[in-house]
């Protein structure tokens, strides 16, 4: 076989297993929707995740949220600097945090710490049989392992992106009160004047997306898991790696319709 026929067969395999992937994902999703009405009998195990989810990432999320508004009033003000005022340096840091930079920054990071971590969860019990053993018992996992932790995180991330959202707006207002000279009348009266609740609506939107699928492929690549704790670390680096190209791809696509 030739060269050119090695790399159109490849690329057919490629194809192939990135469609089978697509439908798998679609199936899990089906799976999923369709057992959330049993949540009732198992909201404790959905309080569990949403205090894992939610809970537990909440300092880290403050810690990126607070550099982030930090460093976005220093990068607006060089950006700003013979061009602009700085009476609208306010509005642009915050119409960038409450559309943009909390809930993709967020979301990133909820990639990292809670779809890996479902990945990793998961990929384990897979290799060590205990989903198996779920099912013998005649419990789906998919009730069981799946919708409490969908549901955790598509409730928890919009939490998480009001909380990243006020700790960027203090940060910002602490480097442009206290380094840049702006006081704190004109720093808010320019985020007032310029506030839309679309803004802030549009961001929380786009987290409960973002909430979703992290979770989703986090359950999805730990359900797929093989080939013992070398299978696990693989699972978890692809489940990281997933979710935060899919935040992106979903940022993009949202903001082109909703803005």
Same mark, same amino acid.
């Given at each position: 076989m030739t060269i050119l026929g090695k790399g159109i067969a490849r690329l057919g395999r490629s194809t192939q297993r990135f469609f089978a992937d697509v439908g798998a994902f679609a199936s899990l999703a089906g799976q999923t929707v369709s057992h959330v009405r049993s949540i009732p009998r198992d909201r404790q195990l959905l309080f569990d995740? $949403?205090?894992? !989810?939610?809970?537990?990432?909440? &300092?880290l999320v403050l810690i990126i949220g607070l550099f982030t508004g930090m460093v976005s009033a220093w990068q607006a003000a060089y950006q700003f600097k013979g061009l602009i005022p700085y009476s609208f340096l306010g509005a642009a840091v915050s119409r960038a945090i409450f559309i943009e930079l909390g809930p #993709? =920054?967020? *979301? !990133? +990071? @909820?990639?990292?710490? +809670?779809?890996?971590? !479902?990945?990793?969860?998961?990929?384990? $019990?897979? #290799?060590?049989?205990? @989903?198996? *053993? =779920?099912?013998?018992?005649? !419990?789906? &996992? #998919?009730?069981?392992?799946? +919708? &409490?932790?969908?549901?955790?995180?598509?409730?928890? $991330?919009p939490v998480l992106v009001i909380c990243a959202n006020a700790i960027a707006l203090l940060g910002a207002f602490l480097v442009s009160n206290f380094f840049l000279g702006i006081s704190t009348k004109m720093?808010?009266?320019?985020v007032q004047r310029f506030f839309h609740v679309k803004d802030v609506l549009g961001g929380l939107f786009k987290a409960l997306f973002f909430g979703s699928f992290t979770a989703l492929i986090g359950v999805k690549v730990g359900f797929a898991t093989t080939g013992g704790a070398e299978g696990v670390g693989n699972a978890t680096i692809r489940a990281f790696v997933l979710s935060s190209t899919l935040v992106l791809i979903l940022d993009y696509t949202l903001w082109t319709v909703l803005f």
């Open positions: 995740q $949403m205090s894992h !989810i939610g809970t537990d990432s909440l &300092p #993709v =920054l967020t *979301a !990133i +990071v @909820i990639a990292g710490r +809670v779809g890996a971590s !479902i990945a990793a969860e998961l990929g384990t $019990m897979k #290799v060590t049989e205990q @989903i198996d *053993a =779920l099912e013998s018992l005649a !419990i789906s &996992p #998919v009730r069981y392992l799946a +919708v &409490p932790r969908l549901l955790g995180a598509t409730l928890m $991330m720093f808010f009266d320019s």
